[in-house]
């Protein structure tokens, strides 16, 4: 298996990648809140917003109206807001046979908007197809763009980076903060209560979920093993069902700079009280490789087979972050895989 822990809360395209949303209408200038990041941001679409992050201000001064986003995420919240960017940073590990995230592509296709451009980002960003994009504003909330790379970023156009580490941003947070950036501070939070209204209809639907336990584990290598902490975005996918954290995840020390914590595969058995194992491979042969080992295949769950571990990639990057377009397409395609898992948990 190869998935890499969550960098901070969390670091999910950095994970997967190794292994693996109108445009905003005129407000009062003098109708203020506090926003994700402490500065005042204006509501009701008025400009100009600052947004404070790590790497820099990013003076947002009318409504923007040709949008790119890199990282996870920005670009659903964007494309939920009414904004389709006209750029996004490109994920193949993820994508259906369009060359676009799943979720990404259904969205525009039902609404009949074009699809934006892909390039190349993460550690070798491409300045100069972003560049001939003419954007007027870079949404990178979610990332680990580089001080460099944002001053590069900023000289194209107001650029909005992480407001602590990189790939740091919790999903209300992120949502809010491009809420923010375009003008509909409003329309964002909307946006997080109707996310935080799926969830709860989603364990009201399943009352049978409520005192079952899970891990969301991970391994880098043979004799490795991890395990993803309470808040990061995968686990609260899951937790949003309705199940419920072995509580003996909150006794593992986070590793630093992470969502996770790395117990080693000889601290095993301490997963034995969960009831399922939710975790991801980089195929095949890894995940045989994996479930070979001994103190692996010691843990309750797995030997009896109580494990959601999704080949499909869409659905490991789509059941792993939370925005308004993930969320009810990975809800649904989780009920049957957690079911079956649940089934075993007595045979």
């Known amino acids: 298996?190869?998935?890499?822990?969550?960098?901070?809360?969390?670091?999910?395209?950095a994970a997967l990648v190794a292994g693996a949303v109108a445009l905003a209408g005129c407000g009062s200038a003098d109708s203020t809140a506090e926003s994700s990041t402490g500065t005042p941001a204006t509501t009701d679409g008025a400009f100009p917003v600052t947004i404070e992050?790590?790497?820099?201000?990013a003076v947002v001064e009318s409504a923007p109206e040709r949008v790119v986003t890199l990282g996870m995420g920005s670009a659903e919240t964007a494309i939920a807001l009414g904004v389709t960017p006209v750029g996004i940073e490109e994920y193949p590990w993820g994508s259906d046979d369009t060359g676009y995230l799943p979720w990404i592509h259904e969205a525009l296709e039902e609404s009949g908007e074009?699809?934006?451009?892909?390039?190349?980002?993460?550690?070798?960003?491409?300045?100069?197809?972003i560049l001939e994009l003419e954007p007027d504003l870079i949404l990178a909330p979610w990332s680990g763009i580089?001080?460099?790379?944002?001053?590069?970023?900023?000289?194209?156009?107001?650029?909005?980076?992480?407001?602590?580490?990189a790939w740091s941003i919790d999903w209300d947070e992120q949502i809010t903060t491009i809420g923010d950036a375009l003008g509909q501070p409003d329309e964002a939070q909307d946006l997080i209560t109707d996310i935080e209204d799926q969830f709860t209809e989603a364990a009201a639907a399943h009352p049978e979920y409520a005192d079952v336990t899970f891990s969301y584990i991970y391994t880098t290598d043979?004799?490795?093993?991890?395990?993803?902490?309470?808040?990061?975005?995968?686990?609260?996918?899951?937790?949003?069902?309705?199940?419920?954290?072995?509580?003996?995840?909150?006794?593992f020390d986070e590793t630093e700079g992470t969502d996770s914590a790395l117990i080693g595969l000889e601290n095993a058995d301490k997963l034995a009280g969960s009831d399922l194992i939710f975790t991801f491979y980089s195929?095949?042969?890894?995940?045989?490789?994996?479930?070979?080992?001994?103190?692996?295949?010691?843990?309750?769950?797995?030997?009896?087979?109580?494990?959601?571990?999704?080949?499909?990639?869409?659905?490991?990057?789509?059941?792993?972050?939370?925005?308004?377009?993930?969320?009810?397409?990975a809800l649904e395609r989780f009920v049957p895989m957690i079911d079956e898992a649940v089934g075993k948990i007595e045979q």
């Open 283 to 329: 195929d095949a042969d890894a995940r045989a490789e994996t479930e070979a080992q001994p103190l692996y295949q010691a843990i309750p769950a797995i030997s009896r087979g109580s494990v959601v571990a999704p080949t499909d990639q869409s659905f490991v990057t789509g059941s792993s972050i939370i925005n308004p377009l993930t969320v009810p397409w």
């Open 1 to 13: 298996m190869l998935a890499l822990p969550s960098a901070r809360r969390p670091v999910l395209a």
């Open 53 to 57: 992050s790590a790497l820099g201000d």
């Open 114 to 129: 074009d699809l934006p451009a892909q390039f190349t980002g993460g550690t070798e960003i491409d300045i100069e197809a």
């Open 146 to 165: 580089t001080q460099e790379q944002f001053d590069t970023l900023s000289e194209i156009a107001p650029t909005v980076a992480y407001p602590d580490l």
């Open 222 to 251: 043979p004799g490795s093993l991890g395990v993803f902490l309470p808040d990061e975005q995968r686990v609260a996918m899951v937790r949003g069902l309705g199940l419920t954290v072995d509580p003996v995840v909150e006794t």
